[in-house]
């Protein structure tokens, strides 16, 4: 037996984007620990909680704020960078962003947030949705 369920986009784009994040960030623990043996206990010391918390957060469990996933990119020594822009065909439109005139496609907004850590090195990057990308840099 299988189920199916409809998701409004609103909600798919949301779930993607979340399993987008989640999924990067454990593969950036998986990273960090095949360099340096990163526990999940010495992030949790890092951070000065739980290592039960600190897994809840890598598995999944948790719903993670924007300040707790840059808490977790900080302990595990690597940097957030995210880029927003409009996505190449906006919901409803009634001509593609790629046949509008220059001056249309000229004034695309872009958004960069960068929250960065102190350290520096090689760029992973993440395709999340049309108009998001992340970017985790690990020495």
């Not at 951070?47 to 719903?63: E, Q």
């Amino acid at each position: 037996m299988s189920f199916q369920f409809d998701l409004d986009p609103k909600d798919e784009a949301a779930a993607e984007f979340i399993g987008a994040i989640g999924h990067r960030l454990q593969e950036l623990l998986v990273e960090r620990k095949a360099l340096d043996n990163l526990t999940q206990q010495e992030i949790a010391n890092r951070l000065g909680v739980d290592r039960a918390r600190v897994n809840k957060c890598f598995s999944g469990y948790n719903n993670l704020t924007l300040r707790s996933l840059a808490e977790l990119v900080w302990a595990l020594d690597a940097e957030i960078k995210v880029e927003m822009h409009l996505a190449e065909e906006p919901r409803g439109a009634n001509y593609s962003l790629k046949s509008a005139p220059e001056t249309t496609r000229s004034h695309q907004a872009r958004t960069q947030i960068l929250s960065s850590t102190q350290s520096a090195g090689s760029t992973t990057s993440s395709s999340l949705l049309p108009f998001a990308r992340l970017e985790v840099i690990t020495p």
